[in-house]
């Protein structure tokens, strides 16, 4: 079993709708929980970043933890076309020398139609 | 600006022959990773540094070597390229490690044949 699970999409949808991407995970010891987006050819930039449970909102952006479900979410709101792109999420927890690995789900890829 | 630059953005070789790819960050950052990003896989971690003369394993790192000579560089090493490490190559930074989130390169996409 993966350590994070992502459901891959692809996921298409019109602009100005909701869109809701989501992870599970295993490991009870993560802590920092991170959204990135990817556009293509490009490297992932972090969009979101939020430490253990509850909700961060910023702009059009909501990304929400639940630690005991083990369970995050990103919501976009007011989806526009310029939103489209793969969007990661990861996670870490502190080890021995620090928070030092970062796990990443698979990736959702989102289309955001005109 | 800010960034994390990775030579070269594109690269193809032939099997066994030996290649570097340089990363290189200008934030000070103490962390510094190598990914790399399959179809269906995604970003995996090969090694990662944190600090100068300290680096350690990722969850996949044969077939490769990194060394960490000064706090800015971290480059990927290749000693004898095979077809499976065709991939993209993604090189990071962080001040905090995953905890503050990283900074990625641009990405370099390998070709073995």
């Known amino acids: 079993q993966k350590e994070v699970e992502q459901d891959p999409g692809p996921l298409s949808v019109p602009e100005g709708a909701i869109v809701s991407l989501n992870c599970t995970y295993s490991?009870?010891?993560?802590?920092?929980f991170m959204w990135y987006r990817q556009y293509s050819r490009k490297g992932p930039e972090l969009l979101m970043y939020?430490?253990?449970?509850g909700n961060k909102e910023d702009g059009r952006f909501t990304a929400q933890v639940d630690k005991s479900s083990k369970y995050i979410s990103l919501f976009i709101r007011d989806s526009q076309p310029s939103d489209s792109a793969t969007y990661l999420c990861?996670?870490?927890?502190?080890?021995?020398?620090?928070?030092?690995?970062?796990?990443f789900g698979q990736g959702t890829r989102l289309t955001i139609n005109p | 600006e800010a960034q994390v630059t990775q030579n070269p953005r594109y690269l193809i070789t032939v099997t066994g022959k030996k290649l570097t790819v340089t990363c290189s960050q200008n934030?000070?950052?103490?962390?510094m990773s190598w990914y790399r990003q399959d179809p269906g896989l995604g970003l995996r971690q090969i090694y990662y540094?944190?600090?100068?003369?300290?680096?350690d394993k990722g969850d996949v790192p044969e077939g490769y070597k990194v060394s960490r000579k000064e706090k800015r560089n971290f480059p990927l090493i290749l000693e004898s390229p095979s077809p499976n490490q065709t991939s993209l190559y993604f090189c990071?930074?962080?001040?905090?490690?995953?905890?503050?989130?990283?900074?990625f390169g641009s990405g370099t996409r390998l070709t073995v044949v």
């Open positions: 990071a930074s962080s001040l905090f490690g995953g905890a503050g989130g990283y900074t």
């Open positions: 490991n009870s010891a993560f802590q920092y």
């Open positions: 939020t430490y253990s449970s």
């Open positions: 990861a996670m870490s927890a502190w080890g021995v020398q620090g928070a030092q690995k970062l796990v």
């Open positions: 934030m000070n950052h103490e962390y």
């Open positions: 540094s944190m600090n100068v003369e300290v680096t």
